[in-house]
């Protein structure tokens, strides 16, 4: 059993930053790779970001390029997502969540555990 807890979520304007922590749990944390996703109200959940268990491999939607930035620290059991440049659009519940080994890192059938969410919320 695994157990994730999200935290860094606002209120900030646009253009503002935010950054979002996803403290784990009841596994070795190192052994996988973790994602961050958002949904919006009437929207699916969707893929913002993903590293894998070393940080060796990173992806990220093509909306977040070049604004956001996931990194993780795993003497300290924790995986951010750095929220630069912020847009309205990112307005969202933010998730994270452990990948499984044999998945692509862009779609929630690839992660078994989640989050409870962090709600971001950027005011024009």
């Known amino acids: 059993q695994v157990q994730l807890v999200e935290s860094g979520g606002g209120l900030v304007q646009a253009g503002g930053s935010l950054r979002l922590s996803c403290a784990a749990s009841g596994r070795t944390f190192s052994s996988y790779g973790m994602g961050w996703f958002r949904q919006a109200p009437g929207k699916e959940r969707e893929f913002v970001a993903g590293i894998s268990w070393n940080g060796g491999r990173i992806y990220y939607a093509d909306s977040v390029k070049g604004r956001f930035t996931i990194s993780r620290d795993n003497a300290k059991n924790t995986v951010y997502l750095q929220m630069n440049s912020l847009k309205p659009e990112d307005t969202a519940v933010y998730y994270c969540?452990?990948?499984?080994?044999?998945?692509?890192?862009?779609?929630?059938?690839?992660?078994?555990?989640w989050g409870q969410g962090t709600q971001v919320t950027v005011s024009s």
């Open positions: 969540a452990t990948h499984v080994a044999s998945g692509s890192y862009y779609y929630t059938g690839a992660y078994d555990y």
